[in-house]
C-alpha cells in the first residue's frame, strides 16, 4: 500500500507498537465508536460519550485520534482517505471535475488497494449498521468535496451530489465488484470517456 | 406482495402442500443448485449435474423447474422476475426506454417487495459467490432485455448494457440503501426527470 492515501498510514510511528494494555484502550476506543456512530451517527456522538463507552478516560481518546472525523474515519474502517483521493477536484471547473472524479475513482481502484476497497464495500454494504456510517461518511467527507464552489441553492448541490453518487457508487459496483464484461476489462481512459460526461450533466448542467 | 411479478409466485398450486418427502427433494435440489451455479457459473452447469449433486432422479428436477433458467432464478432468490418487470421494453425507442426503465426500476422498488429487494441486494453484494451468480443474471436476463433491438456491434451493444447498469445499479443502492438525503425522498417523477437522460445517453446516443 506505499504511496497510497491511507488512513492507517497517519497513525504516527511513536503511536506504535506500544505495551499491550495501552493498544487495547485503543482497541476499546474504536469498538465504542463503532458501536454509538452507528446507532446514533456522526452528529449524536461526542468523543465524551465514546470514552465513557469504551470506560477509559476522555484525554485517552484526545491521546489516540486526533479528532472526531479522524475517530469517525477510523471506525468505518475506510481504506482511504477521501481528501487524499479528492484532493484539488474543488479547484475544477465542472467539465474537469467530471474527468478527475473518475480518474480518482479508477486511480484508487486500479491500486493494491482494491482488495481492501472490495472488502470494504460488500461488508457495508452487507451491514445495516455500517450502511448508516457510509450514508454519514459519503455526505460529509465526498459529497460536499465534489460539489464545493458550484453554483444553485444547497438543495440542489446536495440532490446533485447524491445523483453523482448513484453514478459513482454503480461504477464501482460493475466493474470491481460484480465484475460485468466488457466493462471490468475496459482501459481507464475509456472508462473516463465514457462516464465522465454523464458526471459533469450532474454537477452542473440543467436537469 | 399481491400483483408483484414474483418468481415465487409462479409455482402452480397443484406443486404446492405434496408430502414431505417430496418437498425434501425440491429443497434438495435447489442448494445443489445454489452451489454448483455459485461455483461453475451458468452454462458450466446442467440439469443433469444438478440432480446428480442433490442425489435425486433427473426426471425430478424437470417436475420441480420448467428449465434452467427457472432453476437459475430461483437458486439466486431474486425477488421479482426480470421478464416481467421489464416487459415491453424491447419495444420501445431508446428515449421512452430509458424512461421506462427507470420507471420499472421505482415501481418494483417503491412495492411492498422493496425489503425483499434490499436484503437481496445487501447479501448478495456481502458474498462473493452471490455476486458471480448475479453477474450471471443480470448479463442474461436484464441487459440482454434493455438493449434487444438497438443499434450498435453485439460488442458496442454489450459495453452500453454494462452502463446502464452501473446507473441502475447505483440509482437503487444510493436511493434505497445507503438512502442518502434528498435523493432517498426525492418523487418518482421527478427520480425519472433526473436520470433517465443520462440511461438515454449509455443506450444509444455517441459516447
Redesign the interface.
Known sequence: MSGLPSLHGTVPASRRGRRVGTNDSRELILAAARRLFAEHGFDGTSLRQVAREAGVDPALVHHFFKGKDELFALSVDLPADPAEVLAGVESLDPGQRAEEIVRAVLRLWESPAQHSLVAF???T????AK?AM??EL??RTV?QRIMAGLPGTP?ER??RG??V???????M???Y???????AS?APDEVV???A??IR??LAEP?
Open positions: 464495500l460488500r461488508g454494504i452487507g451491514s445495516k450502511t457510509l450514508r459519503v455526505t459529497l438543495e446536495a440532490l447524491n445523483l453518487a448513484t453514478q459513482v457508487v454503480g461504477l459496483l460493475v466493474r465488484v460484480v465484475r460485468l464484461e466488457p466493462l475496459a470517456r465514457l462516464v460526461p454523464n450533466r450532474y436537469l
